[in-house]
């Protein structure tokens, strides 16, 4: 089977929604990134403007090539222009009725052969696709932040999702972008989320033990088993709320304490330190999220 996808919806246009636009311009498709409202296009669009200058200044990037994939990048503010889209990945925010309500008004707009994909990484993608008509199209693809980077999906399958929808998404994950797909079943969490916010959870008990500070169980475990980063600066890379969300979700569909959120995240994220975003999380960090 040949993957002939070259348009590609994206529907929000959040840290997730950028990124994956930001990486689908630079294989060379036309992206069509919807967001609610032109002013929260606008930014979008601007801070995939910085993230590609971040790469012009490593030398990983030219200015020809920053032109060449903001020119690829559509910007949309009605779900109705995406319905050229032979592929179209929804990144909103974790909130099921919200995710719901969009699967359901592009179903009616996209013919049936266009693959929905979700980037959730904890809900259930069979109750997702059971607001659509053809629930067989619906499947998850789970990117990894900064998807740029990271070479891996999660292709997960829902209780409907078609083989051939299955195979479809797999080819065009390992043979448009690049990517190393991995197939998963339905599970909240899927594979990523589900162990490394364990992972974050752990260490967050080993700070409330008082067993170690922030700053050597973030060397113990970079320096000692080769993590790019530590699981505090993971979690402030994510953002403390979505780490929070994703343990609450997985607690209450698993119903194992394992998955109850420290207490110290929840107070954090009570009190708007939520990481990466906010400048301020288990470590401070600049305008360009690189850490003072």
């Given amino acids: 089977?040949?993957?002939?996808?070259?348009?590609?919806?994206?529907?929000?246009?959040?840290?997730?929604?950028?990124?994956?636009?930001?990486?689908?311009?630079?294989?060379?498709?036309?992206?069509?990134?919807?967001?609610?409202?032109k002013e929260k296009l606008n930014y979008s669009?601007?801070?995939?403007?910085?993230?590609?200058?971040?790469?012009?200044?490593?030398?990983?990037?030219?200015?020809?090539?920053?032109?060449?994939?903001?020119n690829r990048i559509n910007r949309c503010e009605a779900m109705e222009e995406l319905s050229d889209c032979e592929l179209i990945i929804e990144t909103v925010s974790e909130e099921l009725e919200r995710k719901k309500s969009v699967f359901q008004q592009?179903?009616?707009?996209?013919?049936?052969?266009?693959?929905?994909?979700?980037?959730?990484?904890?809900?259930?993608?069979?109750?997702?696709a059971s607001v659509t008509a053809h629930p067989e199209r619906v499947i998850g693809m789970h990117f990894v932040y900064p998807v740029f980077k990271v070479d891996v999906v999660e292709i997960v399958r829902g209780l409907k999702t078609s083989d051939s929808t299955f195979d479809r998404t797999k080819q065009f994950v390992e043979q448009v972008i690049d990517k190393k797909g991995v197939m998963v079943f339905e599970s909240p969490g899927f594979i990523t989320t589900r162990l490394i916010c364990l992972f974050i959870n752990e260490a967050l008990h080993v700070l409330e033990e008082g067993t170690a500070s922030v700053e050597d169980i973030d060397s113990a475990m970079r320096i000692g088993y080769s993590f790019q980063h530590g699981p505090f600066e993971m979690a402030d890379r994510f953002g403390l709320d979505s780490v929070e969300a994703a343990l609450e979700t997985m607690f209450r569909e698993y119903g194992e304490l394992k998955y109850r959120p420290s207490f110290i995240l929840k107070k954090m994220v009570r009190a708007g330190q939520l990481g990466v975003k906010s400048g301020a999380g288990f470590f401070q960090y600049d305008k360009d999220g690189d850490r003072t």
């Fill in 45 to 70: 669009i601007s801070m995939i403007e910085m993230s590609l200058d971040k790469q012009i200044e490593k030398w990983a990037l030219t200015q020809a090539e920053k032109k060449l994939i903001l």
């Fill in 106 to 128: 592009i179903d009616r707009i996209v013919g049936p052969d266009v693959i929905l994909a979700s980037n959730t990484s904890t809900l259930s993608l069979t109750e997702l």
């Fill in 1 to 37: 089977m040949t993957v002939t996808v070259r348009k590609v919806g994206v529907i929000g246009a959040g840290t997730m929604g950028q990124s994956i636009a930001e990486m689908l311009a630079y294989k060379g498709l036309d992206v069509y990134l919807l967001e609610q409202t």
